[in-house]
């Protein structure tokens, strides 16, 4: 039986803080079966900055997240790289790069909760 083929996926998130700042970046990542194959992908993937190796991080769910302080993600290009395991072929995020007027596109909106009476 031949390994199933992936597709990695490379989104981002920008969080702020209770001033309203962006404060940090989640990178998520998914990796899903390209049909006909079918399962869950296992194993772990590895995020590149500056097309060196950054970080590992195991696979849960098909899904894994990296945070980073936003400054450290600035003007930086990301990939992530699955490398595959069992049925699994590999596969490669498109580059990320992310700049100040992507991250204010990005940021969740600022909540405000108030308490009443």
Same mark, same amino acid.
Do not use: C, W
């Given at each position: 039986?031949?390994?199933? *083929?992936?597709? #990695?996926?490379?989104?981002?998130?920008?969080?702020?803080?209770?001033?309203?700042?962006?404060?940090r970046v989640? $990178? $998520?990542?998914?990796v899903?079966?390209?049909?006909?194959?079918?399962?869950?992908?296992? *194993?772990?993937? #590895?995020? +590149?900055?500056?097309?060196?190796? +950054?970080? #590992?991080?195991?696979?849960?769910?098909?899904?894994?997240?990296l #945070? $980073?302080?936003?400054?450290?993600?600035?003007?930086?290009?990301?990939?992530?790289?699955?490398? *595959?395991?069992?049925? +699994?072929?590999?596969?490669?995020?498109?580059t990320?790069? $992310?700049?100040?007027?992507?991250?204010?596109?990005?940021?969740?909106?600022?909540?405000?909760? +108030? *308490?009443?009476?």
């Amino acid at each position: 039986m031949a390994a199933a *083929g992936t597709q #990695t996926t490379l989104t981002v998130q920008a969080v702020r803080n209770k001033r309203g700042k962006i404060s940090r970046v989640e $990178l $998520l990542l998914q990796v899903q079966v390209v049909s006909p194959g079918h399962g869950l992908p296992t *194993g772990a993937v #590895t995020y +590149f900055r500056k097309g060196l190796p +950054f970080r #590992t991080v195991g696979l849960s769910g098909g899904k894994a997240e990296l #945070t $980073l302080k936003a400054k450290k993600a600035l003007r930086k290009p990301f990939t992530v790289r699955y490398d *595959g395991e069992g049925n +699994f072929n590999a596969s490669t995020s498109s580059t990320v790069v $992310l700049t100040r007027k992507s991250l204010k596109t990005l940021a969740r909106p600022l909540i405000a909760f +108030f *308490g009443g009476a």
